[in-house]
């Protein structure tokens, strides 16, 4: 110990000089950029780097696997069964003709072999359903180097391991202090920035201010997650006086669009930071939060949505229609809700890069805290963003009939699986009615010959 | 994230497992990987509740009856072994199963036991018939409400008749099996794992 004294000072120095050093570089290249919008181009080559590393990952493992005459891939997603898409009707008659020796126009209304239909059915759908694996991280194909996503990746050299310890380091030690350092920079410039805004007369410069601070926080907080995003058909980016809706995968979809665009955030009242967050922002433009027990009066939601929009000085308003996070493979339910309200409703369509660091909310999984530091401790989070052409609703269509073709739109864009069914199914059981459906079905086929025959 | 890897280390008995059901390995692995996600509360069992939280089987109007054929005899939870076991009733019939040595039992995926699987969804008592009020109940289900009580009496006392030859009013399982002779059980019974 006592030969660090001399040394004391030096260390202190370096320290010092280092820290100075950090700071400079980290106000140049990421925390100016961000209040102008324009970017060095960093984040790209990063990006490029990367997947020239997973590239020669995969290479060495394919070349491992090879080796040991082994299966690589596992391809999950597209579910374990072979299906066939006929319809009831077809596969019961098909059923009844197969088994059946007497001629078609004599057969029973009731066959034995209908039973079968129905029990097949079912079991298919207990080896692989289209809603749970929603709700679950999706599976990638290779390797990214990130052991939370090593399913079943054995073949890994020597090399690999320390590539991998590298990334560990790099990760850690180097990316996470730094994206922790954005963010609590971002999130105090926001509060502090919204409430010094807040203190000016209402006026055009007030609202300039308000944009840019907004827009100036929400991009240093993109950096912060280190997020490459590709914008895509800018000139359909929401107006005043609609509604921006868009697929749910993680809170932090939220950022990636108001890092583009200005909108009115609907939400939930919390209490904490994010309280103390959504009270700073409202003083600085009108943001719509509801108190918990607003929430469930479907009605006071929408007059309050419908006041907002009719007013055409304030901003689009930000929804998430399908209500919870589902993992970025499909677009579930959309809630009717924000389509009643009769506004221009502009579709935005995301979608992520599942390989460089998967941004989906396994709310069951992990709390918000330990979401984030999953994300910071990531490669980086890469996507995309569509705009679509605006919509409204036409002569004829109720809401459902609307969301439904708006969600069809997004599905096509992003690419991902257009579901029926409800997000909510996350936690609930599916409604009876849809049970009723498949017994009309079938009782039409038995009840349909009894009166036949009664008639012959 | 994801799950862990489903190896067939992890899974128990595997051995035992597969001679019992003729799955391979890797439909094994993942089948306990559905096992597992359908677990949501990594009890290391499914309750009823789990597999009533499948959304499609839910809306099939034999559903219930599906779940109840994977608890056996009264008790409220299964693992994976059962679960493997009530499956490997619709695994496709492969040429390798057709020589079959008498001294082995009968693989759980033959004609005779498919077809005994299906019996056992109408036999709700379990007493190897299907009476006319059994028939008449799982008639109900897959009906719901669309049918009065009247038209489904007729049907199923129709359907009751033409099977039934030794005029007991009830469909034994020799019945059932003969009724179905001409019907490819195997194909519309079988569901493939994709490799």
């Known amino acids: 110990m006592f030969l660090l004294l001399p040394f004391d000072s030096l260390i202190v120095n370096l320290l010092g000089i280092s820290l100075t050093v950090l700071f400079t570089l980290l106000l140049v290249f990421i925390i100016v950029p961000a209040i102008f919008g324009v970017s060095f181009g960093i984040r790209k080559l990063y990006m490029k780097t990367l997947l020239k590393i997973f590239a020669w990952a995969t290479l060495r493992m394919e070349r491992g696997a090879k080796e040991k005459n082994h299966q690589l891939y596992k391809p999950y997603t597209n579910g374990i069964i072979a299906k066939d898409p006929t319809s009831l009707e077809e596969e019961i008659k098909e059923i009844r003709r197969s088994g059946s020796s007497k001629a078609l126009d004599n057969t029973p209304e ?74 609590f920079t971002g999130i105090s410039l926001l509060v502090v920035g919204t409430t010094v805004v807040g203190y000016l007369p209402n006026g055009r410069f007030k609202e300039f201010m308000s944009k840019h601070v907004h827009l100036m926080c929400y991009r240093i907080c993109v950096r912060a997650l280190t997020a490459i995003i590709t914008y895509h058909d800018r000139e359909n980016r929401p107006r005043n006086g609609g509604i921006c809706v868009a697929n749910h995968t993680s809170p932090i979809d939220v950022i990636i669009l108001a890092s583009d665009g200005y909108y009115a955030m609907v939400g939930q ?99 918000m805290v330990t979401y984030l530091l999953r994300m910071m401790t990531s490669w980086a989070i890469v996507c995309s963003v569509w705009y679509l052409p605006p919509m409204t609703r036409e002569g004829d269509e109720d809401a459902v009939q609307f969301a439904n073709r708006v969600k069809s739109a997004i599905a096509r864009q992003g690419g991902l699986v257009d579901l029926l069914w409800d997000g909510g199914l996350k936690r609930e059981k599916v409604k009876d009615t849809f049970k009723e459906e498949q017994q009309k079905l079938y009782s039409k086929m038995i009840v349909g010959n009894h009166e036949d025959r009664s008639r012959s | 994230m994801g799950s862990r890897s489903s190896h067939a280390a992890v899974i128990p008995d ?117 009476s006319r009020h059994e028939m008449l109940q799982v008639l109900r289900l897959m009906v ?47 569901i493939r794992i994709l490799k």
């Open chain 1, 110 to 183: 009731l066959a034995l072999s209908d039973i079968f239909y129905f029990c097949r059915k079912g079991m298919e759908t207990i080896m692989d359903d289209e809603v749970t694996k929603r709700f679950s991280a999706e599976e990638l194909e290779s390797w990214n180097l990130l052991s939370r996503t090593n399913y079943n990746f054995q073949y890994i050299s020597l090399r690999l391991t320390v590539l991998w310890g590298l990334g560990v380091l790099i990760r850690y030690c180097f990316l996470l202090p730094l994206r922790i350092a954005l963010a």
């Open chain 1, 269 to 367: 009242v919390h209490g904490g930071l994010m309280g103390v967050i959504q009270r700073a922002m409202v003083k600085a433009c009108p943001h719509v939060w509801f108190e918990r027990s607003e929430v469930k009066d479907r009605h006071l939601v929408a007059k309050r949505l419908t006041e907002h929009v009719q007013d055409k000085s304030k901003l689009p308003i930000l929804i998430f229609p399908e209500g919870t996070c589902i993992n970025n493979t499909s677009v579930m339910m959309f809630k009717k809700g924000s389509f009643e309200i009769g506004a221009t409703v502009y579709p935005v369509a995301i979608k992520y890069d599942p390989q460089f660091g998967d941004a989906f909310w396994n709310s069951s999984k992990y709390g």
């Open chain 2, 14 to 130: 595997v051995d035992s497992i597969r001679r019992e059901t003729g799955f391979s390995q890797a439909s094994l692995i993942r089948l306990h990987h559905r096992f597992r996600a359908l677990d949501r509360n990594k009890k290391g069992y499914l309750s009823r509740i789990d597999l009533q939280q499948i959304g499609a089987l839910a809306v099939n109007p034999l559903g219930d009856r599906i779940i109840e054929s994977f608890l056996p005899n009264g008790s409220q939870q299964v693992d994976f072994p059962g679960f493997v076991r009530v499956l490997a009733h619709f695994r496709p019939v492969e040429d390798e199963d057709t020589d079959l040595d008498p001294k082995k039992p009968e693989p759980l995926n033959s004609r005779r036991n498919k077809l005994h699987y299906a019996f056992q969804l109408y036999d709700l008592d379990r007493d190897g018939k299907i």
């Open chain 2, 144 to 190: 719901g409400v669309q049918v009065t009580e009247e038209q489904l009496e007729n049907i199923a006392d129709r359907t009751v008749q033409e099977a039934d030859e030794d005029g007991d009013g009830a469909v034994s399982f020799l019945e059932f099996t003969k009724s179905l002779e001409k019907m490819d059980v195997e194909q519309k019974m079988s």
